[in-house]
């Protein structure tokens, strides 16, 4: 029984204009352009469509404006989905295409299972050297000039019933890496594997929405690196640089013309069966190890708002 990862992510939006540009700018491939519909490919395959929804035929969205509305995993084999079709047979909105089959998720949101279509795929992060490994010798570190995402490594939603849809995915094979207890719930598809790839919060407002996408990239570097060139194509930083402590992961966080948040991240924890997930209260240095609020001035190279001078730091202003 094997849940892989996404394969797939639909979004709704009418500004398909702002949507080519923003994820051209962000590193995607567009592989179908059309008056109604933009299909863009990530390294892998992974594949991000938004459609206009006055023009396609999308799944109900959650909540008003641009946003997602369907995610479609991708299983090892067709005994996955044999399996999963006894299982959401009976849910709402269940569809049975044959390659592809599906239902809605208690929190409103379409979801897919279909064989996985994303290839493997022969990537180099940058080697680090820390105190007791020197892994790179006789190289200079990377510098990206822009990012090009991998895959969608994760998606995060606003619930309005966190133990109904934990309790929902953990049936489909899913397991809790880590929780704010009663808040929050951070999920992988398969035992082993990345920290998260689905992350559930419930606000006290309780309102269905979505937070953010999550785009994986090689390294550390290639977030800076793609953050600083998006900043330079002019889209707005939401939060970012920064590091999450639960995940570990280095992230810069968008706005995203076709709905919520948009996120590189790299460098997440790896985890196995024998990870104990753990409870945290909800705050924001649980958020944050550490943030730059604003992003980074792609010419400048410094802190939003800071004027750089002088060609050393040293250098004594005028
Ligand atoms: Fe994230």
């Not at 109604?36 to 999308?58: H, I, K, M, T, Y």
């Not at 279509?117 to 790179?136: F, I, M, P, Q, Y």
């Not at 808040?183 to 920290?195: I, N």
């Not at 991240?265 to 943030?291: C, H, I, N, S, V």
Request: proline share 4%; aromatic share 10%.
């Amino acid at each position: 029984m094997a849940i892989l990862g996404i394969d797939q992510i639909s979004y709704g939006a009418s500004d398909l204009d702002a949507c080519r540009r923003f994820f051209l700018d962000w590193g995607l491939t567009l592989a179908q352009d059309g008056s109604a519909e933009l299909l863009f490919e990530c390294q892998n395959g992974c594949q991000v469509r938004v459609a206009d929804p006055a023009q396609s035929a999308l799944p109900p969205a959650f909540e008003d404006g641009p946003t997602l509305r369907e995610v479609v995993w991708g299983v090892q084999d067709e005994t996955d989905l044999a399996r999963l079709r006894k299982l959401l047979s009976a849910q709402s909105g269940f569809v049975d295409e044959g390659a592809r089959l599906g239902c809605t998720d208690p929190n409103g949101m379409a979801i897919r299972f279909q064989l996985n279509a994303k290839r493997e795929v022969k990537l180099v992060g940058t080697r680090s050297n820390t105190w007791d490994r020197k892994d790179r010798i006789d190289q200079a570190a990377t510098i990206y000039e822009r990012a090009e995402p991998i895959e969608v490594g994760h998606v995060v939603f606003f619930v309005n019933d966190l133990a109904a849809c934990e309790a929902f995915y953990a049936s489909l094979g899913f397991v809790t890496s880590d929780r704010y207890p009663g808040r929050g719930a951070f999920m992988r598809c398969a035992e082993r594997g990345g920290h998260h790839d689905l992350f559930l919060l419930q606000t006290p407002q309780a309102q269905r929405g979505l937070n953010h996408v999550a785009f994986t990239v090689r390294d550390i570097h290639e977030v800076f690196g793609g953050g600083l060139h998006v900043s330079r194509c002019g889209w707005p930083t939401q939060l970012g640089p920064g590091r999450h402590p639960i995940s570990s992961a280095y992230f810069w966080y968008f706005r995203c013309p076709a709905g919520g948040l948009i996120e590189y991240y790299a460098d997440e924890d790896q985890l196995t069966e024998a990870w104990k997930a753990r409870a945290f209260e909800p705050g924001p240095t649980m958020f944050a190890e550490w943030a730059i609020d604003g992003g980074i001035d792609g010419h400048s190279r410094r802190q939003k708002g800071v004027v750089a001078e002088g060609k050393f730091l040293t250098e004594k202003r005028s």
